[in-house]
């Protein structure tokens, strides 16, 4: 087993990794990256969290 050191944090590492292959994937282009998610997202059958709207700052609270 390899030591960790504290000062390092491997996790941050490799999600910053994955961001840059996933860019690269896609040429860094955002709306392809979306895309790609959304399709993947869709196609996992997994229900997707959303939150509730808040209340609005125009109706009244009582």
């Known amino acids: ?3 960790k050191s504290p000062d ?5 590492e490799d ?4 961001r840059r292959r996933i ?6 282009d955002l709306a ?10 869709a196609a996992s059958g997994h229900e997707i969290w ?6 609005s700052a125009a109706s009244p609270s009582s």
Do not use: L, N
């Not at 999600?15 to 994955?18: E, F, G, K, S, V």
């Open 1 to 3: 087993m390899t030591q």
């Open 8 to 12: 390092r944090d491997t996790t941050i």
């Open 15 to 18: 999600i910053h990794a994955t």
């Open 23 to 28: 860019a690269e994937k896609f040429g860094h």
């Open 32 to 41: 392809a990256i979306v895309e790609d998610a959304r399709k993947r997202q």
């Open 50 to 55: 959303r939150p509730k709207p808040k209340p």
